[in-house]
């Protein structure tokens, strides 16, 4: 494949902050392709392509963490060597995330409307749920903070679970969603900064340009402060079920350390996504109101 021998997983892993550049012309990439060729589902495809080329180096990264189950005995130094991964990993995210974003903010109306709309809906949906069960429950609509920080809670930690188990019957499964939830954020940061630019518009000169980058940063942070915990969680468990998934097919589970391996990385993921809860109900409406 082309954009493997461009982009070597095995270089990059030595360089993660790499990643990022990685992601994000992968991204534009797809998008462009999808839009060019299947217009009506550009959306979901420019989830697939971008999942398409990353899964080289994905799988790889899996691969060698599985082989490290079993070269260490120590826990704290698979978890140490895990955290690279991580890292690793969340470039690669963050550089899909903005160049959606950038393609969002800078594109045609007509382009965006076309490739973000099944992640305008996703949007919805999820406030929808959110908003609605806690409203359904509670007569007068008056909902505690905890109520939300619940319900939250369990949507993402429904989220966390089909990450383990697309992870455990493909491999690199969850790679997809985390992929979607990249791309259901940026719709909803572009959205935010489109809808906030709108309201400066009548600014000229460096009002405008000074605007344009505090609108950016601010719709950045808000989603992201608590997002980025969320998703670490996912790529953690994600990580864990890769990992079950090599060992399960190299017939190497009885090996100890990588069942205690995978436990302890699901516990992590389950300790960010309610640090992520957190954040995200206590934390962000106080610094973004």
Same mark, same amino acid.
């Given at each position: ?28 990439? $797809? ?111 008056? $909902? ?37 939830? $990249? ?107």
């Amino acid at each position: 494949m082309v954009l493997e021998y461009i982009f070597n997983p095995f270089v990059l892993k030595k360089k993660p902050w790499e990643m990022f550049i990685v992601g994000f012309v992968y991204s534009i990439i $797809a998008l462009f392709l999808s839009y060019l060729v299947f217009k009506e589902v550009s959306g979901l495809l420019t989830v697939f392509l971008i999942v398409i080329a990353i899964l080289p180096t994905m799988y790889v990264t899996v691969k060698s963490e599985e082989e490290l189950d079993i070269k260490y005995e120590g826990e704290w130094k698979l978890l140490q060597e895990h955290a690279k991964v991580i890292i690793f990993l969340l470039f690669m995210f963050l550089g899909v995330t903005t160049a959606l974003i950038f393609s969002y903010v800078f594109l045609p109306h007509g382009m965006v409307e076309s490739v973000f709309d099944l992640q305008h809906k996703a949007i919805v949906n999820v406030n929808n749920y959110v908003r609605g069960s806690i409203v359904g429950e509670d007569i007068t609509g008056q $909902a505690t903070k905890a109520d939300i920080f619940i319900k939250i809670f369990l949507n993402n930690l429904k989220v966390l679970f089909f990450c383990l188990i697309f992870s455990l019957l493909y491999g690199t499964g969850a790679l997809f969603i985390l992929t979607w939830n $990249a791309s259901v954020i940026a719709a909803a940061v572009g959205s935010l900064i489109k809808s906030r630019l709108a309201e400066t518009a009548s600014l000229a000169g460096f009002g405008l340009f000074s605007s344009y980058f505090t609108t950016t940063a601010f719709s950045f942070l808000k989603y992201m402060l608590h997002g980025i915990l969320e998703i670490t969680a996912y790529f953690i468990v994600g990580l864990a079920g890769g990992i079950l998934s090599m060992a399960l097919i190299k017939k190497d589970l009885s090996y100890d350390s990588i069942m205690a391996d995978v436990l302890d990385l699901v516990l992590i993921s389950i300790g960010f996504l309610l640090v992520g809860g957190i954040v995200e109900v206590y934390i962000t409406p106080l610094l973004f109101s």
